[in-house]
């Protein structure tokens, strides 16, 4: 099989659906509470509009209304004059949106957002040291937040234009718009006045009509809806459309959203999920054994199947835990039968991956599967992992045989009637020194005299020199592979090295395996 390019079957899908199954579901439950904090901070909003005509035609003859084309007339889209001061300072004014409270919103808003607004405005308080007369800045604050809410906006190819605007009220939304856009006619009749009175003079009777038009509209700034012919009014700008009250707020309704984060959530955990599996380069199946590290597939064992110091939990007969290790029993049986194998080195990249309890357990297994005496040798110095596994002392043990203090069989321990263990030990001296000396090989040697299957535990695959050194004394490798821990590019490298040092690996075993996908669904794909 080519490892750059590993046949992947739906199986493999869903398995990486399973495996992050808590990331996907972090991720959508991040999502929707994004979705419901942010629904619940967005105060529904109401917008009004209200189409107007630019006609160009005026009460009396101006120079400055004369001769005006269709391009200039689209030219002339008041968006700067209606949201000009002497426009909205008269809506302002008319419906006394300065007195309006601080805390206006709180009235349309969620209560987790009326807290933020009690805040913010106890911030402001505790912050105001404006000289300015108060009454005048909640006015001019009022003019520039209905500029704010104010959008002006041409229809293509037309003389018309919408003036729309927003607010937490449907029907105060209506209102200002409404007075916003009687109040801009009320301007341009103004202008209209101001020229008439200086080309006419103040008893023109065009002049006193417009004060009279003037002063009538003045009257319909209270926002309510007008019949259309007092509405449209005599003005170059002509009300084509009132607004009315609108029944739905701006955007998108509050079940919309949840629905669509309810369904995007998903979408954007399982991006997630094949991003994190596409970064992770660890060894998480059988399957990657063979493809990345070409080597074969002796068994596994599944997670959660060790007590506290590393021996299985349940060892009866057709448990899982029993079965797996059983499987990688026979498999090693056979490789010791055909290869008449005496002695192996069972080693990891590091300590982590916990090949000392694969050994403990493994041990246990092929003494009473080939019927010979087996003894573990725990070479890791440092370590000291199968007294911790056994619940065994630490000395004497491998470190006092090396120094001479004392012999093989008065350091070793038995643990049953076909198996014995031989401590890491305890010593001052540098352990690369007691593993490379010919004192270890001549243990080695006693060891394979003496009983039927010698198991070495070393779990430091890092320190390539040890390794090879150790190797060289006994049969075979296996090599032990933590799911989910060990990158599979890493151990690539180092079994190359050992591969260019004749060192003879004879597979490797799987730890800490997990079945994402449950039996159910796992069968029927």
Do not use: W
């Not at 259309?228 to 084509?240: C, L, Q, S, W």
């Not at 001479?404 to 350091?411: F, G």
Request: charged fraction near 20%; hydrophobic fraction near 40%; glycine fraction near 4%.
């Amino acid at each position: 099989m080519n490892a750059n390019h590993p046949l992947i079957s739906l199986r493999d899908y869903v398995k990486v659906l399973f495996r992050h199954k808590f990331s996907i579901i972090t991720v959508c439950v991040i999502i929707m509470l994004g979705v419901i904090i942010g629904l619940e901070l967005k105060t529904p909003v109401y917008t009004a509009r209200v189409t107007m005509l630019i006609s160009a035609q005026k009460q009396t003859e101006s120079p400055y209304y004369t001769n005006l084309s269709g391009s200039q007339v689209q030219q002339l889209t008041p968006s700067g004059i209606v949201n000009s001061n002497p426009v909205i300072k008269r809506a302002v004014n008319a419906l006394k949106l300065h007195e309006r409270p601080p805390d206006y919103e709180k009235q349309f808003c969620s209560p987790l957002k009326a807290r933020l607004i009690d805040f913010k405005l106890k911030r402001q308080e505790s912050h105001n040291s404006s000289p300015v007369d108060e009454q005048t800045y909640r006015f001019r604050m009022a003019v520039e937040d209905l500029k704010g809410n104010i959008e002006v906006e041409p229809i293509r190819d037309t003389n018309l234009f919408a003036i729309s605007v927003s607010d937490f009220s449907p029907e105060a939304a209506a209102k200002i718009a409404n007075v916003v856009s009687r109040s801009y006619v009320i301007f341009d009749l103004e202008q209209q006045l101001a020229e008439t009175r200086l080309q006419y003079g103040e008893k023109n009777p065009i002049v006193m009509q417009l004060k009279n038009t003037i002063d009538k509209m003045v009257h319909t700034l209270h926002g309510e809806i007008l019949p259309d012919m007092e509405a449209i009014g005599p003005a170059t700008v002509k009300i084509i459309e009132q607004a009315e009250v609108p029944l739905e707020p701006r955007g998108t309704n509050k079940r919309t959203t949840l629905l669509l984060g309810l369904i995007m959530s998903p979408f954007l955990g399982i991006i997630i999920a094949f991003g994190l599996e596409y970064i992770d380069h660890t060894i998480k199946s059988p399957q990657d054994i063979t493809t990345y590290l070409n080597l074969p597939h002796l068994g596994s064992i599944p997670r959660n199947g060790f007590a506290k110091n590393g021996l299985m939990r349940d060892v009866k007969q057709g448990t899982a835990s029993h079965q797996f290790y059983q499987r990688l029993s026979d498999n090693i049986c056979l490789l010791i039968k055909e290869r008449n194998i005496k002695s192996l080195l069972i080693t990891a990249s590091s300590p982590l991956e916990r090949s000392s309890a694969v050994i403990a357990n493994l041990g246990k297994f092929l003494s009473g599967k080939t019927g010979q005496t087996v003894i573990i040798i725990d070479a890791n110095l440092k370590t000291q992992a199968t007294n911790k596994t056994f619940n065994s002392s630490d000395v004497p043990g491998l470190s006092d045989v090396l120094e001479r203090k004392i012999p093989l069989e008065d350091a070793t321990q038995d643990i049953s009637p076909h198996l014995t263990v031989l401590p890491a030990g305890d010593t001052l001296l540098e352990p690369a020194l007691l593993l490379e000396s010919a004192r270890m090989g001549d243990v080695i040697k006693l060891a394979k005299e003496k009983y039927g299957l010698v198991l070495i535990d070393y779990s430091n695959l890092m320190n390539l020199r040890d390794t090879c050194i150790l190797s060289s004394y006994l049969d075979g490798v296996i090599l032990v592979v933590s799911e989910g821990k060990t990158k599979h590019h890493v151990l690539k490298e180092l079994i190359e090295s050992l591969s260019d040092k004749n060192v003879n690996l004879l597979g490797a075993v799987l730890n800490n395996r997990t079945f994402p996908i449950p039996k159910v669904i796992y069968k029927r794909i």
